[in-house]
């Protein structure tokens, strides 16, 4: 097998495991969510399908698009979602991976105007600041808009009343930006919930920037 075609194949296997992980976790629902991938410096990228179930998805299910939106692979409908990869993918050379799931926590303290803060390490040092995106339609120009706007430097974003969708130079580290989010949303939450929540120190996030 020619190695690039290898590299494809086990992108799509990473990208139907990543899938599947945020199903188990309760991350995205039945039909809900959708992930992307492409190899370093490629101009098209492979995506989840519309509305098959997201806990166990086959190779064959996913969808080839170029970055003019148009279907180059596969037989099935891609996500509603592709304006949203294809301008993060425009907008940010640095990324190879874009995951977006509909986090239950993280989500609801948006909707609650309760901003991310550092209260744990992941969240000071991994997360960085949080942006909300403003409320746009789900698969709409204007959403793929929104995000760009807010994507600059942010490694995860909140949108408003939908979800959180996490970037990264691979699956791993996108993946890694949702679950992290979820960890730090819940931790929050419970600080809230039981008393005040006791940020990092400002002194102690400089050391992030140095280490």
Not at 4 to 20: F, H, N, P, S, Y
Not at 23 to 38: D, E, H, P, Q
Not at 141 to 164: C, F, M, P, Y
Not at 178 to 185: D, G, N, S, T
Request: aromatic share 4%; net charge neutral; with cysteine.
């Amino acid at each position: 097998m020619d190695k690039q075609v290898g590299l494809e194949e086990e992108m799509k296997r990473d990208i139907c495991e990543t899938m599947a992980a945020m199903y188990r976790r309760g991350l995205i629902s039945a039909t809900g969510g959708n992930v992307s991938a492409k190899n370093p410096g490629e101009k098209e990228f492979w995506i989840t399908p519309h509305g098959f179930f997201k806990g166990d998805l086959s190779t064959d299910d996913l969808v080839k698009i170029d970055m003019d939106g148009r279907i180059v692979g596969g037989a099935e409908n891609p996500s509603i979602e592709v304006p949203m990869h294809r301008a993060i993918y425009r907008l940010r050379p640095d990324v190879n991976a874009i995951v977006h799931a509909h986090n239950p926590i993280a989500t609801g303290l948006a909707l609650a105007g309760i901003e991310i803060r550092p209260v744990t390490v992941e969240a000071a040092f991994a997360l960085g600041k949080v942006p909300v995106v403003r409320f746009a339609l789900p698969g709409t120009e204007d959403l793929a808009k929104a995000v760009s706007r807010h994507l600059t430097g942010a490694k995860v974003l909140i949108l408003q009343n939908h979800g959180v969708v996490g970037v990264g130079a691979n699956l791993i580290e996108a993946q890694a930006m949702v679950e992290k989010l979820e960890e730090v949303a819940v931790t929050q939450w419970v600080a809230h919930t039981l008393g005040k929540p006791l940020p990092i120190p400002k002194r102690y996030l400089g050391l992030a920037k140095t280490c």
